[in-house]
Each structure stands twice: as C-alpha cells, then as structure tokens.
C-alpha cells in the first residue's frame, strides 16, 4: 500500500500537468460558428439540396434526374407571419412531385411543371409565430418543406440550384441571397419600412383581398363530425365573366360531400368512400345518400329551374346555369353561391378543428383563365338573420380565395378577329391556327401558312365551304395561292372589325359577331381597346355601348333587351347543298375627331389593339388593311381627269 503511495506521490506532478494542459486545449479550440440565422431578425430563408440521380430512360441533350431539396422557412421577427408564403426560383425545367407542408399558391395540384419559378404557401402551418411568444419554440415558428422533384440538364458533380428565393408577402425587403457552399442558399427578408400596410400588429386576421375574382369559404355551423360551409363567388372585374363554371378543390383530410343545395358535384360518386377510410371510420352511415367522396370534386351550377326546389335549391345567388356576368352589365348576376356538407376523418374530429380545402380552381366556356390562389383566413363573415329580424349572423370561420385572370402561354385563344376597310376589297382574315390546330392537320393543310386575304362573302360561310371562293380571289386578285392551303383558325367565335367611312369630322365603324360554336350566348358582352381613338367615342346604334370606367380606353358593348342572345351555328334553307349558318349581331360605331386631332383613321389608330369577348381575349391579325388600292384609283383618276382636260383644251 505504501509503495502504491509512493508511486502516486511520484506520478503526481505529471498527472496534474496532463490535468492542467487538457483544459488549456480545449480553451484553445476555435468554437463552432453561430448559425447563419441568428444574425436575422427577420424571416429567413434557406434552399439546401440534399440529393439527387440518374433517371431513365438516357437521354444525353435532355437527361432527368431526380432531385430531393429543403427549403426552410424561419420567423426570427417582431410579428407573426401570416399566410407565409415564399417563391424559389427554379430554372433547369423542374417537374415538382411532392412538397411537404406547402401547396402550390398559384392552385396547382402536384405534378406541375415549375421551371420558370413558383411560389409556395404554407399548409396546414400557415401562420409562423414569433420567439417572443412562443419562447423559442422552433415548432411555431420554423416550417421545413421536403421538395422532391425532376429536374433536366444538371449532370453530377453539379447541383441544380434555383436562381433565387424570397419572401412573397407583402411589406418585406429580401437582401442579397448568400451561398452556403454549392448546395445552399439563404437569404434574410427584414420589414419594409416604406411599406404602408392596412393590417396592424394585433390583428388576429389577415385582411380581405382584392382580385378579379374572390371565393369565399364561410363554415356556417359545426359538429364533431361534419360541418355546414357557405361557398360565395362574386366577380369584380369588369371584363370577367364565366358561363357553366366549374369549381373544383383539394380535400387534404380525407373529407367528403356528403349534402349539397344551391349547386352539385359533376360526378355523384361515393364508391371512394365505401373502399376507403371513410367506410371503415362510419361504418353506421347510410354511403348511398352521400353525393361526392373523390379527393378533388368538381362543383357545377344548378339551372334556374332548380331555384325554388326546396331539396337542392333555396340558396341565394344559386341556380344560374353556372353564368356569372360583370358587376358592370347586372351587380346581383355577378354572384354565384351554394352550401354544401362535410364529414371529417379522425385525427380532425371536434368543432373547432376546420380546415379549408386547397388547390382551389374555377373554368368556364370561352371564358378568361382564372389562377387561384391559397385559402386565407379572415375575419369572419356576416350574413342576414335568416329569421328577418335586423340583425346579422356570423360566420364560425371564413376564408378568402383570391383568383385572377392570367394568359397562359400555352393556353390558344377561344375567339379570333378580322380586319377589313372600306378603302380595300380584301378582308384580312383570323390568323392560321389562331385557336390552336391538332396535330394530324399538317398532312391536310399548312399551320404555318399566313391566311389567305378573303371577299367579304366568305366571312359569312363556315372555312370548310371557303376554299372555292378563296382560290378564286387569289387569283382574281393575283394574291398567292399556296398549296397545301393554309389550316382553320379553329375558333368558336369569330368578329369582324370593319372600318367603314373616313371624313373630316369623324369616322365610323361596323363590327359583326359570328358565333360557329354549338353553344348559344346569353347576355353576351363584348369590348374593343382603341389606343388613340376611344377618347372619340359617340354612339353605338344597335347595341348598348359605352365608355368602360376604370379601364383605359376600351368600349364596351351588349346586346339590347330582347337582342342579347348570339344563337349557335344552324343549317342552311337547303342542308342538303346550303352552307351552315353561324349566330350573327352586328353595330355600327360612330366616332368624332374633335377630341382626337391628328389621328390617322386609315393607318392603325383605326383598328382596335385587343378585342374581348366574354372576357376571352381574342387573337387579332397581325397586319392591316394596306390603302395602297385605295391611293392607286385615285392617282389613275387624277390622270384621266388631267387628259380629259387637255382633250378638251385641244378642242
């Protein structure tokens, strides 16, 4: 024991140095940097790509590969983030194929095509707290979003990174994005201090927004398992209109339809329900009664004849064959409602568990494309008693969907228009393929061919029935007559813009509406922008025309009481040998030069630059009727007058 001692004693001072040296390295350790986050007091941001490969099949000028990101959004502010919502710069033509806690906010439903950008909106965590109350907790106030995807052209070693990420609320400033090595970016978004908002820091709900078209989701009554929502659709934009619409959405939980009055789903279906969770969780409930059990339902109108029905009926604003005009043309008609009853699945099952639906989206019949965006929450909305007295009744809970008219580049016009002028006998016809051509066409006719110039008479034949009439223009004409000939426009609705005089003081026009579709047009409207000679506008002598406030420069028009009805295409006197009639209304418009000076009538300031119908834009010619003919008589009638006159003179 002592010699034990004596060695402890021995080693001591060695075992104290070690002691003493250890410590003093590990002082002298460089401590881990702090993250990049804790420098923001705002939102930050952060893309990290994590993972990618190879996809067949080979394909060495457009090879896919698979690509697994995380974007990462963070709340280091003074305020709750609202509705969060951030857009991420994607650029090598991703594909995305999930994304966890978020939706696309533009409504589209996974798969979608994403390379030019997108943004994302949160859901179900929509709303990001702060440090301040939440003490740090990172559950409230962090969202992480696994992207997964496919993404061409980025070969490994190199990583396919977006081109920049931001915060897409309004009132935010994002600074310059930084690069974590080649797989990270991160960007730190701060308040905007020149930002004027109309929402203080206590508001509990975000306010209602402006937009073409506004849907409002209102749950009207609750239960554990189900509940009563209102779903209202109003218009404001004065071009915008939809006929037939067709609502549809995503159910994110498993809900289904289970009654509705006011509208209905296309499809009545509850096979879903009956092999799926559903049947299993409500094994008591009576499936053949239940209206709609598919993940994303579409919503239809009911006819007028079902608005007094006491079943399905009853609602109001319902019950209009899905037509919704412009607040402009009747502001009662410029809304469309109905109420409908969901059953929820567990985990979900109490009163105060609601959940809108997302991905919402609305269409119609040659109508404008509508973009929907995420479901906000809002204030709640208030309805009249329905017993009379003068009070109103609130909502349980109300979301807004705000919707915009958008021209997708890959979407085709519906409508098309021709040009033609009193000083010039050809009629510059709709452009080839204006609305778009199928693909089988090219062995028949030429898609790329420009249309052949036309006599006025064959804008009142079907295209089929125009190619004798044609070909022999074109050669009376000496136009070019190629062959094959070019291809149809393809379009339902056809308008010709005809410049019909030019004088001192004003001049006028004609315009004609075809309608070659099957489908009549009941309270039709159209309206035609004219840069430089709008401010001119006089009278419109058969339809009921006007100066569109709010929107520059365009006239609107309407049928009369009792001539707002474009009826469908038709046979002739004689099926047998008679061309198809098409649906036809026609106007004249005059206009004066006193508020116009020095416009040129017979160059372009004559004819429109956009031309609505419906609220379709429709494809406009991209040349004009030349007045060369025109100038050609008068030079040669300026020459015989001067010989008749030295003829005489001779005499």
């Given at each position: 024991?002592?010699?034990n001692?004596?060695?402890?004693?021995?080693?001591?001072?060695?075992?104290?140095?070690?002691f003493?040296?250890?410590?003093?390295?590990?002082?002298?350790?460089p401590?881990?940097?702090?993250?990049?986050?804790?420098?923001?007091?705002g939102?930050?941001?952060?893309?990290?790509?994590?993972?990618?490969r190879?996809l067949?099949?080979?394909?060495?000028?457009?090879?896919?590969?698979?690509f697994?990101?995380?974007?990462?959004?963070?709340?280091?502010?003074?305020?709750?983030?609202?509705?969060?919502?951030?857009?991420?710069?994607?650029?090598?033509?991703e594909?995305?194929t999930?994304?966890?806690?978020?939706?696309l906010a533009?409504?589209?439903?996974?798969?979608?095509?994403?390379?030019?950008?997108?943004?994302?909106?949160?859901?179900?965590?929509?709303?990001?707290?702060?440090?301040?109350?939440?003490a740090?907790?990172l559950?409230?106030?962090?969202?992480?979003?696994?992207?997964?995807?496919?993404?061409?052209?980025?070969?490994s070693?190199?990583?396919?990174?977006?081109?920049?990420?931001s915060?897409?609320?309004?009132?935010?400033?994002?600074?310059?994005?930084t690069?974590?090595?080649?797989n990270?970016?991160?960007?730190?978004?701060?308040?905007?201090?020149?930002?004027?908002?109309?929402?203080s820091?206590?508001?509990?709900?975000?306010?209602?927004?402006?937009g073409?078209?506004?849907?409002?989701?209102?749950?009207?009554?609750?239960?554990?398992?189900?509940?009563?929502?209102?779903?209202?659709?109003?218009?404001h934009?004065?071009?915008?209109?939809?006929?037939n619409?067709?609502?549809?959405?995503?159910?994110?939980?498993?809900?289904?339809?289970?009654?509705?009055?006011?509208?209905?789903?296309?499809?009545?279906?509850?096979?879903?329900?009956?092999?799926?969770?559903?049947?299993?969780?409500?094994?008591?409930l009576?499936?053949?009664?239940v209206?709609?059990?598919?993940?994303?339902?579409?919503?239809?109108?009911?006819?007028?004849?079902?608005?007094?029905?006491?079943?399905?009926?009853?609602?109001?604003?319902?019950?209009?064959?899905?037509?919704?005009?412009?607040?402009?043309?009747?502001?009662?008609l410029?809304?469309?409602?109905?109420?409908?009853?969901?059953f929820?699945?567990?985990p979900?099952?109490?009163?105060?568990?609601?959940?809108?639906?997302?991905?919402?989206?609305?269409?119609?019949?040659?109508?404008?494309?509508?973009?929907?965006?995420?479901?906000?929450?809002v204030?709640?909305?208030?309805?009249?008693?329905?017993?009379?007295?003068?009070?109103?009744?609130?909502?349980?809970?109300?979301?807004?969907?705000?919707?915009?008219i958008?021209?997708?580049?890959?979407?085709?016009?519906?409508?098309?228009?021709?040009?033609?002028?009193?000083?010039?006998?050809?009629v510059?016809?709709?452009?080839t393929?204006?609305?778009?051509?199928?693909?089988?066409?090219?062995?028949?006719?030429?898609t790329?061919?420009?249309?052949?110039?036309?006599?006025?008479?064959?804008?009142?034949?079907?295209?089929e029935?125009?190619?004798?009439?044609?070909?022999?223009?074109?050669?009376?004409?000496?136009?070019?007559?190629?062959?094959?000939?070019?291809?149809?426009?393809?379009?339902?609705?056809?308008?010709?813009?005809?410049?019909?005089?030019?004088?001192?003081r004003?001049?006028?026009?004609r315009?004609?509406?075809?309608?070659?579709?099957?489908?009549?047009?009941?309270?039709?409207?159209?309206?035609?922008q004219?840069?430089?000679?709008?401010?001119?506008?006089?009278?419109?002598?058969s339809?009921?025309?006007?100066?569109l406030d709010?929107?520059?420069?365009?006239?609107?028009?309407?049928?009369?009481p009792?001539?707002?009805?474009?009826?469908?295409?038709?046979?002739?006197?004689?099926?047998?040998?008679d061309?198809r009639?098409?649906?036809?209304q026609?106007?004249?418009?005059?206009f004066?030069?006193?508020?116009?000076p020095?416009?040129?009538?017979?160059?372009?300031?004559?004819?429109?630059?956009?031309?609505?119908?419906?609220?379709?834009?429709?494809s406009?010619?991209?040349?004009?009727?030349?007045?060369?003919?025109?100038?050609?008589l008068?030079?040669?009638?300026?020459?015989?007058?001067v010989?008749?006159?030295?003829?005489?003179?001779?005499?």
């Open positions: 024991m002592a010699l001692l004596n060695c402890l004693s021995i080693f001591n001072p060695i075992l104290l140095l070690i003493a040296i250890i410590p003093l390295s590990i002082s002298q350790s401590a881990a940097p702090a993250p990049a986050s804790d420098s923001c007091n939102v930050f941001l952060s893309y990290a790509y994590t993972a990618g190879l067949p099949p080979t394909n060495k000028s457009h090879q896919a590969h698979r697994e990101s995380t974007l990462t959004v963070l709340n280091n502010g003074q305020e709750e983030l609202k509705s969060w919502r951030v857009f991420v710069g994607f650029q090598h033509d594909k995305l999930s994304a966890s806690n978020a939706v533009d409504g589209a439903t996974l798969p979608a095509e994403v390379g030019n950008g997108t943004v994302f909106a949160g859901y179900p965590m929509s709303d990001l707290k702060t440090a301040i109350d939440t740090g907790d559950t409230q106030m962090q969202v992480e979003v696994q992207l997964v995807g496919t993404q061409f052209g980025v070969n070693p190199d990583v396919p990174m977006p081109t920049n990420i915060l897409a609320n309004d009132g935010y400033d994002c600074k310059k994005v690069g974590g090595g080649k990270m970016m991160q960007v730190c978004c701060t308040v905007d201090k020149n930002f004027k908002s109309n929402i820091t206590g508001d509990e709900f975000l306010p209602r927004q402006n073409d078209l506004t849907i409002m989701y209102d749950v009207t009554s609750t239960y554990p398992s189900n509940y009563w929502a209102q779903v209202t659709i109003s218009n934009n004065p071009l915008g209109r939809l006929d619409w067709k609502l549809s959405w995503n159910w994110m939980n498993d809900e289904f339809i289970f009654a509705m009055k006011g509208a209905y789903p296309s499809i009545v279906d509850s096979s879903e329900c009956i092999f799926g969770s559903q049947g299993t969780y409500y094994q008591e009576d499936f053949s009664t209206l709609n059990c598919q993940r994303r339902p579409t919503i239809i109108d009911l006819p007028l004849t079902k608005y007094n029905d006491t079943n399905i009926g009853k609602i109001p604003y319902c019950c209009r064959n899905g037509t919704i005009l412009p607040p402009l043309m009747d502001p009662s410029s809304i469309s409602s109905f109420r409908l009853q969901v929820k699945m567990p979900n099952l109490n009163r105060s568990k609601l959940e809108p639906p997302q991905n919402w989206g609305i269409s119609g019949t040659l109508n404008p494309d509508y973009k929907c965006g995420p479901p906000v929450r204030s709640p909305s208030e309805f009249p008693d329905p017993s009379g007295l003068p009070s109103n009744s609130t909502a349980v809970a109300s979301w807004q969907v705000v919707c915009n958008t021209q997708s580049k890959a979407e085709a016009p519906k409508c098309c228009v021709s040009f033609s002028a009193y000083y010039n006998d050809s510059i016809p709709c452009k393929c204006a609305c778009g051509c199928t693909r089988n066409t090219d062995a028949t006719c030429s790329t061919s420009p249309a052949m110039l036309l006599p006025p008479a064959a804008l009142l034949v079907p295209f029935n125009r190619t004798a009439k044609a070909k022999a223009w074109a050669e009376l004409r000496h136009l070019p007559n190629p062959n094959p000939m070019p291809c149809s426009d393809n379009c339902g609705v056809s308008i010709n813009w005809h410049l019909s005089s030019d004088y001192s004003g001049w006028s026009a315009i004609t509406l075809f309608n070659w579709g099957e489908t009549n047009f009941v309270d039709w409207f159209a309206a035609v004219l840069d430089k000679a709008a401010p001119g506008f006089e009278k419109m002598y339809f009921n025309g006007s100066a709010g929107v520059n420069n365009t006239i609107f028009m309407q049928g009369n009792g001539l707002n009805y474009l009826v469908a295409e038709a046979d002739g006197a004689n099926p047998e040998k061309p009639l098409p649906g036809k026609q106007t004249v418009i005059s004066t030069k006193k508020n116009t020095g416009i040129k009538v017979a160059g372009k300031d004559g004819f429109p630059a956009k031309v609505f119908f419906n609220g379709e834009e429709c406009l010619p991209t040349i004009y009727p030349s007045s060369g003919y025109r100038k050609s008068t030079i040669v009638s300026s020459l015989l007058s010989v008749t006159m030295l003829i005489l003179a001779l005499h």
